[in-house]
């Protein structure tokens, strides 16, 4: 049973291309998020969304839209694809019940390359 | 001062030995912290959370100094398998600003 999953596994597309990650989680959290991590491995946040609201939304080009239809899946869509875009995008979801943060279950990342 | 600091190593070390990590953190209210593993070309899975003084699982010991900022991660009796990124995570507990601070991780390589 995978509790955070993400389609799809791999991406390789070209400049100016449009394209979509898709992330669901069966965990019953409320809180699930977007991270991006470049080739010097820092793990940088780009969005979270509490209840389908979206709470966090980091310094990142307005190419990146998230979208969360409900509390299960929280979807990427990225338009324009520059190089600098490559990286692997991880999904991950917590229970925040507004509380402290807790902890976070990642899934397993969606490795993009555009070339 | 950054917000999560940890030494990158690589530490490596012969199997069967004890290891320590050290992570440092800048915000004095920062409320609980996470230790996580990860894999190359694998996600960040979760080791073990830290709320009040440590917490213990086995082999491995977190240990918190709230008055000293840091936080450390004791691996007794070493495995091949414990070769990975640790990566320390914080919560700042910084208002409206929900979101964990990372650390870039320590490596570490077991050896036969």
């Known amino acids: 049973d995978t509790a955070v999953s993400q389609t799809p596994k791999y991406l390789v597309t070209q400049m100016g291309n449009d394209k979509s990650i898709k992330c669901e989680q069966n965990?019953?959290?409320?809180?699930m998020y977007w991270y991006k991590q470049d080739s010097k491995k820092f793990l940088k946040i780009m969005f979270s969304y509490n209840n389908k609201e979206l709470i966090i939304n980091e310094t990142v080009p307005n190419r990146f839209s998230p979208k969360s239809p409900d509390k299960a899946h929280l979807n990427l869509h990225i338009n324009s694809l520059e190089l600098g875009d490559s990286a692997v995008y991880f999904c991950?979801?917590?229970?925040?019940?507004?509380?402290?943060?807790?902890?976070?279950?990642f899934g397993p990342g969606t490795r993009l390359t555009v070339t | 001062r950054k917000e999560v600091e940890q030494d990158p190593g690589p530490f490596n070390v012969p199997e069967g030995a004890t290891v320590a990590f050290n992570c440092t953190y800048s915000?004095?209210?920062?409320?609980?912290f996470f230790w996580y593993r990860q894999d190359c070309r694998k996600e960040p899975k979760l080791l073990m959370s830290?709320?009040?003084?440590?917490n213990e699982d086995g082999r491995f010991t977190a240990q918190l100094n709230r008055a000293s900022q840091y936080i450390s991660l004791l691996i007794r009796d070493s495995k091949l398998s414990d070769s990975a990124t640790y990566l320390c995570?914080?919560?700042?507990?910084?208002?409206?600003?929900?979101?964990?601070?990372w650390g870039l991780g320590t490596s570490l390589a077991v050896n036969p």
């Open positions: 915000n004095s209210a920062s409320q609980s």
């Open positions: 995570v914080v919560n700042p507990n910084a208002g409206n600003n929900r979101k964990l601070i």
């Open positions: 830290v709320y009040s003084s440590g």
């Open positions: 965990l019953g959290h409320d809180t």
């Open positions: 991950a979801s917590s229970q925040e019940h507004g509380g402290p943060l807790r902890e976070q279950y």
